[in-house]
């Protein structure tokens, strides 16, 4: 089994900075991709940030301002959010597309996710 533990969410001033951290446990042969989506309250969940060896992907409203980084020797990503605004509040969810053995599919994973508050 698989878990993804996140951290380093909290509330800031607009202006400011947070840097949030997840990292995959348990079975793992390979990571395909792994980083982060977000849901504010009313909103469907949205794509903030993915990393992979073939794919680096933002959402049009944090390009520029928010940098997703990976350890793959500690199987962590890093997103470093920059000049956060209002509306960046939500809860922001660690996400992976992996395999746990080298035959096996790929599969989604996601963590339990974290807040994001982020004050006028």
């Known amino acids: 089994q698989v878990q993804l533990v996140e951290s380093g969410g909290g509330l800031v001033q607009a202006g400011g900075s947070l840097r949030l951290s997840c990292t995959a446990s348990?079975?793992?042969?390979?990571?395909?991709?792994m980083g982060w989506y977000r849901q504010a309250p009313g909103k469907e969940r949205e794509l903030v940030a993915l990393?992979?060896?073939?794919?680096?992907n933002y959402g049009d409203s944090v390009r520029s301002r928010f940098t997703n980084s990976r350890d793959n020797t500690k199987n962590t990503v890093y997103l470093q959010m920059n000049s956060l605004k209002p509306e960046d509040t939500a809860v922001y969810y660690c996400?992976?597309?992996?395999?746990?053995?080298?035959?096996?599919?790929?599969?989604?994973?996601w963590g339990q996710g974290t807040q994001v508050t982020v004050s006028s």
């Open positions: 990393s992979g060896s073939t794919i680096a």
């Open positions: 996400h992976a597309n992996l395999k746990e053995r080298q035959w096996s599919p790929n599969q989604r994973y």
């Open positions: 348990g079975n793992i042969f390979t990571i395909n991709h």
